[in-house]
Structures are given as C-alpha cells and as structure tokens.
C-alpha cells in the first residue's frame, strides 16, 4: 500500500470519526426536550431518554459547541475528499466512494438535529 493510498484512507476516517461525534453531541443537546417530542408524536416511548437529558442537561452550551466543531472539522475533511475524488483523471480510479457518501449522511443529520435542539430551547 503506498502512502498516498495510507492517507486517503486516513482522511476518510477522520470525516467519519467528527460525524460520528457531531452526531453524537447534537443527539444530547436533543435529548432533553426536542427528541422526546417526536417520538411521543410517532406512538414510541421516551421514558428511555429521561437518563441522558438529565446527564446531557447541564453541558448543553458545552455540546453545542463541540458539535459545531466536529460539524465544521467533518465538513472540512469532507469537502477535502471530494476535492482529492475530483482530480482524478478519466480512467475512473477514483470513483465515489460509499463512505463519502455515509459520512455526508451523518453531517447532514448532525446538523438537522442540532440546529432542532439548538432553536427548540
């Protein structure tokens, strides 16, 4: 494996990790009050998350702020692996990638949940 491949595959697992951990922060800012309403709206219980909003509660600014970083850090990376896929030449070497795509998914959720949980309290 040669080191440009080494750092690719780098690359493609910090994005994952910050989304991940976006996910992750936004789902405590969540957890409190925002979340438990939908899923009371779908028929699901909350009674589940009573533990986490009563941990996450006193840390909200504080996971707020990390996942605004890890947002902002995963759409960096991101953004770099789409800029490094493009240069590819015709030959078709570089191709999308599934984890490109999942990594995406997962900032796009962090962001709709933070920006829920964020603007709901």
């Given amino acids: 494996m040669s080191q ?10 910090i994005g994952a990790v910050f989304a991940l951990g976006s996910l992750a922060a936004a789902f405590g800012v969540v957890s409190c009050c925002a979340l438990p309403m939908l899923l ?26 990390l996942s605004m970083s890890c947002l902002a850090i995963g759409a960096w990376s991101l953004h770099r692996q789409y ?14 990638s599934w984890q490109r795509h999942l990594t995406l998914a997962g900032l796009v959720a962090a962001a709709v949940l933070l920006f ?4 709901y309290a």
């Avoid at 440009?4 to 780098?10: P, T, V």
């Avoid at 800029?83 to 999308?96: E, F, I, S, V, Y």
């Avoid at 829920?116 to 603007?119: D, F, L, M, T």
Wanted: proline share 6%; aromatic share 12%; glycine share 12%.
């Fill in 40 to 65: 009371v709206s779908f028929g699901l219980s909350a009674a589940w998350l009573t533990w986490i909003a009563f941990a996450a509660g006193p840390y909200r600014t504080a996971l707020i702020i």
């Fill in 4 to 13: 440009s491949e080494k750092n690719s595959m780098g690359q493609k697992q």
């Fill in 116 to 119: 829920w949980g964020a603007s």
């Fill in 83 to 96: 800029r490094l896929a493009g240069q590819c030449g015709p030959d078709g070497t570089c191709k999308p």
